[in-house]
Each structure stands twice: as structure tokens, then as C-alpha cells.
């Protein structure tokens, strides 16, 4: 099989679980790095067994974090990246279109839309589709918004929900969808959204405060998807009580109830998310800090993993 000249870059932190299919719907990309946070399951091994070269990334809970410092020292060789998260999964269809969209010389990057499953089922309502992402984009052209939450303690260390900045008539859309499967129990969803929750609480905090939005994509009614989304973000931020609304909007309004119990019990989960948020909000607000990093606590950060390195240029 010939292989598509895509670098991939997968974020990785105990996820034996959800490798192994992901990297499996990778094959036809040239390269595929996997940049790992230390994993104590056999993520390393998975991925080395199956092709990707491994590189650790030590966070030293300062910007940058790991997607944006991989972008900046990665040898890729090739110039378009695409970002793919370990419960991803890419179609032939898709590798297909992006083998095509690539050769356009006038754009620098292309939204992946995202079909998210929970409980098996695909969440088609509720507002969870469309979910377009800046994913495919040329290396030296991208980076990733800083949205000011490196400092909250339990974030983690990868980008989750910020966004790539690229300049709005330089992207297109893809047709074809990528897939959003996690293969791990809902222990670990109430897990990472508990770690979420910590990261939106600050951006809920930026967004009241006035700290604006210079470094990143943006609030524009006019603007693409994403910049669209935040803008209604500045409204939501303000509303009364957000965890009802929340279920009322996604369930009812946007029609969650047709994607059956699935689509109830992700309702129900999401309002629950909104609590939290809303708590750690007060946290901050009226506490005047969520769990932040003091700086005694900050390492300097380690050196690059020089013989990961030389082993992958």
C-alpha cells in the first residue's frame, strides 16, 4: 500500500486500551509519533510493535504543552501534520480524501468532523454533530491557542479543547468523518471530565474577567464553526443555572432524546459536568484559586529525550 505523506502525531497517556485500534486506522500514514507522558501500562509497548516511534514529553506545568512543543521539535518529514487522539479512529475514506486535499497548494489546513459514540451508540443530536476540528494542517503553518489554564493543577498536559490558529481563508472542510470511540469504561470518562472541569472553570474565569482573547482563535458570530461556538460561549458563561440548561439543550431542545438511553444518560452526564464547573468556578472566583500551581512547584523542564530522538531522526 502506498503510503498517504501525512506525519501523525498521537498524544498518549495510558491508553493500551484505545491504541491498538487507533493506530490501526493509521497505516497508510508515513510516519506516526506517538508522544508519551510516562505511561505505567503498555501503551510504549503497543505502539513500538506496531510502527509508531515513541517520544516522552515532560511537562514542567508551563506553556507550552505537549501538542504545541511536539509541533515545534518533532523531525517530521513531511510538511503536513494531522493530530489524531488515542480513542480516534481515521477511515479509509478519509485517507482517501486527504491524500487528495493535501495537494492543494492555497490552503494550510482542513477541519476533521468528529462522530462521537457513548455506550455504543453514535450521539447524533444534542448538539455533539456536527463537531468540526482544525486536525490536518501543514507543521510550520499551526499551533495551538493558549487559553491561560497551564497553571490549574489536574488539567494534564495535553491540549484538549483549545484550538489550532491558522488564518480563517487558509482552511477548508473535509467530508469525510473521523470516529470518536473510547474503549474504556465510564470510570475513566468521569475521570477526564473531572480533569476537564478544571480547565473550564479557568476559561469561564478568563472569559468573566475581561482577560480577552489575544493568542487566540477568537470570538466571531461570522467566523468559522469554532469561532462561532466561542462566541456563544461568551453568552452561556453568564447564564443562570447552567447544569439545568444544559440538559434542557442538549436532551430537548437539540433532540438528545432520539439517540435513546444513550443519549439520556450523556444528557444527564453533561449537566452533571456543568455542576462541576459552575463549583469550581465559585472556586476561583471567591476562593482566588483552584488548586494552582505554586511556583515552588514548577520543575524546570528535563531535557528532551535526546536518545528518542536520535533513534527517530
Known amino acids: ?24 486506522s493509521l497505516t497508510q500514514a508515513d510516519e506516526v509519533f506517538v508522544v508519551d507522558s510516562d505511561s505505567d501500562d503498555r501503551s510504549v509497548e503497543i505502539a513500538e510493535s506496531l510502527g509508531a516511534k515513541v517520544i516522552q514529553f515532560d511537562f514542567n506545568g508551563r506553556w507550552p504543552k505537549k501538542k504545541n512543543w511536539s509541533l515545534e ?34 490552503l494550510d489546513g482542513y477541519y476533521i468532523n468528529r462522530r ?38 489536574n488539567t494534564g498536559d495535553n491540549e484538549v ?52 482573547d489575544r493568542g487566540t482563535i477568537g470570538a466571531n458570530l461570522f467566523g468559522d464553526a469554532v469561532q462561532r461556538k466561542r462566541f ?25 432524546f432520539l439517540d435513546g438511553y444513550a443519549g439520556y444518560v450523556y444528557g444527564r452526564l453533561l449537566s452533571q459536568y456543568e455542576y462541576q464547573i459552575g463549583v469550581k468556578l465559585y472556586e476561583l472566583k471567591f476562593g482566588g484559586r483552584l488548586n494552582k500551581v505554586a511556583p515552588s512547584d514548577n520543575i524546570e523542564q528535563s531535557e528532551l529525550k535526546q536518545n528518542n530522538l536520535k533513534q527517530v531522526v
Open 1 to 24: 500500500m502506498t503510503s498517504i505523506p501525512v506525519s501523525v502525531l498521537i498524544p498518549a497517556k495510558n491508553e493500551e486500551e484505545n491504541l491498538p485500534a487507533c493506530l490501526a
Open 73 to 106: 521539535n518533532l523531525p517530521f518529514r513531511n510538511e503536513w501534520v494531522l493530530i489524531v487522539d488515542c480513542d480516534e479512529r481515521i477511515t479509509p475514506e478519509s485517507w482517501a480524501e486527504i491524500a487528495e486535499k493535501i495537494k492543494n497548494p492555497d
Open 116 to 153: 462521537v459514540f457513548f455506550l455504543g451508540k453514535w450521539i447524533r443530536h444534542g448538539g455533539k454533530y456536527p463537531d468540526w476540528n482544525l486536525r490536518l494542517f501543514r507543521h510550520a503553518k499551526g499551533r495551538y491557542e493558549n487559553l491561560n489554564t497551564e497553571d490549574i493543577r
Open 161 to 212: 479543547h483549545e484550538h489550532v490558529m491558522i488564518p480563517h481563508e487558509k482552511v477548508g472542510y473535509l467530508q469525510e468523518d473521523m470516529l470518536h470511540e473510547d474503549f474504556r469504561d465510564l470510570y475513566h470518562w468521569l475521570a477526564r471530565h473531572n480533569r476537564y472541569s478544571n480547565w473550564e472553570a479557568q476559561v469561564y474565569y478568563n472569559l468573566l474577567t475581561g482577560m480577552g
Open 232 to 256: 456563544l460561549k461568551k453568552i452561556w458563561v453568564r447564564l443562570p443555572f447552567k447544569p439545568f440548561l444544559r440538559f434542557v439543550l442538549f436532551y430537548i431542545l437539540r433532540l438528545g
